[in-house]
């Protein structure tokens, strides 16, 4: 907390329970610096010293022994609450007497009787050797605070924060009772003239809420002129400024509010290369603090004119503000840069697989929602937290998971079927092309029956000759239609497989008169695959993407917020059991962001829209099908059961 006295006037008052002549003098003596004697005797003097920072009430012995003691306490903590001032009793005749005043709340001095020149002279000098004391406090006091601020603002990264900071801490340091902040804003590719964006207003006095807006930055306003000229302003009454003044002054706030703007200081807030970022308008400091403008008399007792040391120490927060925002733009473009180069690599990812669009960015809103809930969770999850830097750490981990498929061949990326189409394009042909030799095969053997038998003869033959032929077509294309259902990505039946080794015993006659079989070893091991369209080797390449993407992501200079990002993705294949991929670790070594990320990916994975190589699941069916994952060991229960009776799946269907 910024010490309050250092913001006040050094001295700003002595109160007196004395003679009046005494005080009189000292008022002569010590006016010019600054310090206002008040007669507690008169009315009202209270209610104007109350928060004035006095720093001493002079009281003469006849006066204090009249009064009464506990009244005289509650005046001197009425007077001086922040603080207890010191009493000094003037003609004191006992050195060991402190009147009843306990010495723990009231600093007690006596004076011994002397000449009321003596006196004067005496007090004067005390005042005087008071005030170089409390000037020194006070910078040195101001120098902390100064530190302290510049920590933390360098400290803060949400510039919305930061500005308030800036704004709360430069009025705290001058008691201002108000205060404006402005952003100089230049447009994409510096194509026209920049802006002026009031962007944040704080007020004391008055609960008024306000509107960012945009005016252009000439000299024609306070704000204005210093964000173009670069030098502060001071002024002590705006409604009075100086005939050849650029700028103006706006009332229209005042009247609509009822407030009454006096003194103002405006300064600019410079980078280390001098180039203005944004400008500081302080309005109306204060004698005390505390005080609230809310009428006429109050703004005429109150408030005062800053000073030349107000303008330095603000234009010193101003330049450790001015760094701080820049770092603060710095932080917030280098998270735009993050966010988009994320966007992009998932983008890319995405476009290699058409089918998976919008897998990515799922499989992150279902991730951080349930990160999110177990966050809030007891039991079993009590001790599992996840705060806003982990949550930006799971969010780019889950749209950057499959970035890795990059490096697999897109033909086996987008497989949809056992055979690639070009390959089954070739079988067709294969098929064409027996039955054509069949064809020409059934014709030669006519020939010959026609050249060597009587027509009787050859007719019955041709008869023989057309109920073969007809029976290879249909054998032929019985076994087409067999590659064709065993080509599905679906679970193959023993029989099924039988006959894909029949059709490849089976042979057919090439141009040059040799011996083909219908399918090649390469088709029979697909056709045979069991279960989905993979073979075994290109599945090993799919799950190579894991792999892929954690090399990549773990070649991303990543900010010590975001350095867990590759690990996080890399995992989200494993299984609690340790039979997972790529790396078969259990569930003591899968982080638990790569456990919830496992559960959006299968879930989506299940439910998306129908892909070439599958069907969309029911959301129930989904859900039964995760279960059975649990039972196997294979996902986290706990953080399954989040994902279920939060309904986070409803996110994204």
Known sequence: MVNQMAKANVIQGLAFFSERQVMDELQESLGEAGVQCYDLNEPGSYEDLRHRFAVAVIVSEAALRAADHEQLRATFRAISPEAPPQVVVTDATDSEDTYGLPENELFVQLMPATTRKALVRTICNAVRQMAVLLKNQRLEGDLQDLNRIGAALSAERDLDNLLGMILHQSRDITAADA???????????????AQLRFRLSQNDSLDVSYKQFVMPLTTESMAGYVGITGRALRIDDCYHLPEDAPYGFNKRFDEEHGYRTTSMLVVPMKNINGEILGVIQLINRKRNPYAKLLDPANVEREVIPFTGYSEDLVGSLASQAAVALENSRLYEEREKLFEGFVSAA????????PTTAGHSHRVATLSVATAERVHREGGPLADLHFDDRQLKELRYASLLHDFGKIGVRESVLVKAKKLYDERLALVRERFDFAKRTLDAETSRRKIELVSRQSEDEYRRGFKALDQEYAAELTRLDQYYNIILMANEPTVLE?????????IAAHTYHDITGGEERLLDEAEVRALSIPKGSLTEHERLQIESHVTHTFQFLSRIPWTKELRGVPSIAYAHHEKLDGTGYPRKIASDQIPPQSKIMTIADIFDALTASDRPYKKAVPLERALTILGYEVNDGHVDPELFRVFTEAKVYELVL
């Not at 205060?179 to 003239?193: A, K, R, V, W």
């Not at 998932?346 to 697989?353: G, I, P």
């Not at 023993?494 to 029949?502: C, G, P």
């Open 179 to 193: 205060g404006s902040l402005y952003i100089i804003e230049y447009p994409e590719g510096d194509d026209g003239p």
């Open 346 to 353: 998932a983008l890319a990812v995405e476009q290699r697989d």
């Open 494 to 502: 023993q029989e099924s497989a039988r006959r894909i080794a029949d």
